[in-house]
């Protein structure tokens, strides 16, 4: 079976990218594999207008995009572009077209001004993908729902948010910490991964305030240049038990995870460019778990899920930075505690493991072929 993964780049401004290289590095068994990119923040069309051409051929079975409306040109405008050309192709060409929607807008998640207007334009980005797409993909129930209660039943399979296990590094902790001269003794909280409002960047350095004698690691950059500001204010802000890493390597990226006794990811579902941003499935989540690290998050839907089926994160609200911090202190003098936790996380990795995950998709692809 031949099948063509599009998506972008997997560098460090697209968390979208950097899955679908993880998946594609599982899912060369059985079948041939040809990637493509589009690029990340393009304001030029002519790229998305090649690449629905070029994604497939008559030797193509399927074409699986990797969705998200920031990927696709100005406020996902280019949609309106590449899916239909790319169905044009598809049935020109008699392949598949797999659509997965990493993240979901809907009328309940969009803001003045002009709202009438947003939720048509929303309502229509989503029926455009719809129409064109043979089967759907969700990571997550709250996607799922979400993106059905804006167009109604749509063709589409639930898989898991795959944790790639076998990229885990063998680091000990006291050589993961000098990468970040952390104190091979001291109590550190991390929080992994982009830099920018929704992920609670600045609830971090109000809860490292609280906790002087605990060390916390904001392991990352701002994603965009657009929290470029946000990201220097937070790093400016950061008192002196807070290291602010900036964009990391991808080494130096999975040896924060080893560095820690507890992450601290107090993501938060907030409205931002007139739409509200919601936490449909977190990759850094997955890398705490995958290295069996506890983990307190913010008490939204998706982390509320995972602490409710497996027990494997402690909630938090992230609008009080008190709260949080002696929480953080009572978990970090509690050991039996950090290790059920940590025990928890490591069974949602295996269950979640992305080597399952890439036999899921081989299986969806077979199916959409019959």
């Known amino acids: 079976m031949n099948v063509t993964l599009v998506s972008t780049?997997?560098?460090?401004?697209?968390?979208?990218?950097?899955?679908?290289?993880?998946?594609?590095?599982?899912?060369?068994?059985?079948?041939?594999?040809?990637?493509?990119?589009?690029?990340?923040?393009?304001?030029d069309p002519r790229p998305f207008l090649v690449g629905a051409l070029r994604a497939g051929d008559s030797e193509t079975d399927v074409v699986h995009v990797q969705f998200d409306y920031v990927i696709f040109g100005p406020v996902g405008l280019y949609v309106l572009l590449f899916f239909p050309l790319l169905w044009l192709q598809s049935k020109r060409h008699d392949f598949a077209v797999v659509t997965t929607i990493h993240e979901v807008l809907n009328a309940n998640l969009v803001g003045p001004p002009l709202v009438s207007l947003k939720r048509l334009y929303v309502r229509l980005l989503n029926e455009v993908v719809t129409q064109t797409t043979t089967r759907a993909v969700f990571l997550s129930a709250e996607a799922e729902s979400r993106f059905v209660a804006s167009v109604g039943d749509v063709s589409r399979t639930r898989l898991t948010h795959g944790v790639d296990l076998s990229a885990r590094r063998s680091v000990s902790k006291g050589e993961a910490r000098a990468t970040f001269d952390l104190a091979p003794d001291a109590d550190v909280v991390v929080t992994p991964g982009y830099v920018s409002p929704r992920k609670g960047s600045g609830v971090v350095t109000d809860v490292a305030r609280r906790c002087p004698d605990i060390e916390f690691l904001l392991a990352g950059g701002p994603p965009r240049e657009r929290h470029a500001d946000f990201f220097?204010?937070?790093?400016?802000?950061?008192?002196?038990?807070?290291?602010?890493?900036?964009?990391?390597?991808?080494?130096?990226?999975?040896?924060?995870?080893?560095?820690?006794?507890?992450?601290?990811?107090?993501?938060?579902?907030?409205?931002?460019?007139?739409?509200?941003?919601?936490?449909?499935?977190?990759?850094?989540?997955?890398?705490?778990?995958?290295?069996?690290?506890?983990?307190?998050?913010?008490?939204?839907?998706?982390?509320?899920?995972?602490?409710?089926?497996?027990?494997?994160?402690?909630?938090?609200?992230?609008?009080?930075?008190?709260?949080?911090?002696?929480?953080?202190?009572?978990?970090?003098?509690?050991?039996?505690?950090?290790?059920?936790?940590?025990?928890?996380?490591?069974?949602?990795?295996?269950?979640?493991?992305?080597?399952?995950?890439?036999?899921?998709?081989?299986?969806?692809?077979?199916?959409?072929?019959?």
Do not use: M
């Open 232 to 370: 220097e204010k937070v790093d400016a802000d950061a008192p002196e038990n807070l290291t602010v890493t900036g964009r990391l390597s991808e080494s130096n990226f999975h040896n924060a995870f080893l560095a820690g006794d507890l992450a601290l990811l107090p993501y938060r579902e907030i409205e931002q460019t007139g739409v509200v941003n919601t936490v449909n499935q977190s990759g850094v989540f997955n890398w705490c778990a995958g290295y069996g690290l506890p983990v307190l998050a913010g008490n939204c839907a998706h982390f509320r899920s995972i602490s409710k089926k497996w027990g494997s994160v402690r909630l938090v609200d992230p609008d009080a930075p008190e709260s949080i911090a002696e929480t953080v202190k009572t978990l970090l003098d509690d050991d039996s505690t950090r290790s059920r936790l940590a025990d928890a996380a490591s069974k949602y990795a295996e269950a979640h493991s992305l080597s399952s995950v890439a036999g899921d998709h081989r299986t969806l692809y077979r199916e959409v072929r019959q």
């Open 9 to 43: 780049p997997a560098d460090t401004a697209s968390g979208t990218g950097q899955y679908a290289e993880q998946l594609a590095s599982h899912l060369t068994g059985g079948l041939r594999l040809t990637r493509h990119s589009i690029p990340t923040d393009a304001t």
